[in-house]
């Protein structure tokens, strides 16, 4: 009887152990998904941003584009009635 009473009791002790030690895990495991969490959102707003600013770009190398074109319509008329004269 002694022998089942002290079998027990490790037994006990040990599957304690066990739920403390699962239990800090768990709670490790937590706090690093927060922290990944917090991440994916600051990658995820700064995505957005570069977004953004590459839309900005690509309007403004457009525009230049298109001013570029116009002042080489301009410069090739000025230059057909220098010729002409």
């Given at each position: 009887?002694?022998?089942?009473?002290?079998?027990?009791?490790?037994a006990?002790?040990?599957?304690?152990?066990?739920?403390?030690?699962?239990?800090?895990?768990?709670?490790?495991?937590?706090?690093?998904?927060?922290?990944?969490?917090?991440?994916?959102?600051?990658?995820?707003?700064?995505?957005?941003?570069?977004?953004?600013?590459?839309?900005a770009?690509?309007?403004?190398?457009?525009?230049?584009?298109?001013?570029?074109?116009?002042?080489?319509?301009?410069?090739?008329?000025?230059?057909?009635?220098?010729?002409?004269?």
């Amino acid at each position: 009887m002694k022998n089942v009473i002290k079998i027990s009791m490790i037994a006990l002790i040990l599957s304690l152990v066990a739920a403390c030690a699962t239990t800090s895990d768990v709670e490790n495991l937590q706090s690093q998904v927060n922290g990944l969490d917090t991440s994916v959102k600051q990658a995820s707003a700064d995505a957005a941003k570069a977004r953004t600013t590459a839309a900005a770009a690509e309007d403004a190398a457009n525009q230049a584009a298109q001013l570029s074109q116009e002042a080489n319509s301009k410069m090739d008329k000025k230059f057909k009635r220098s010729m002409t004269k």
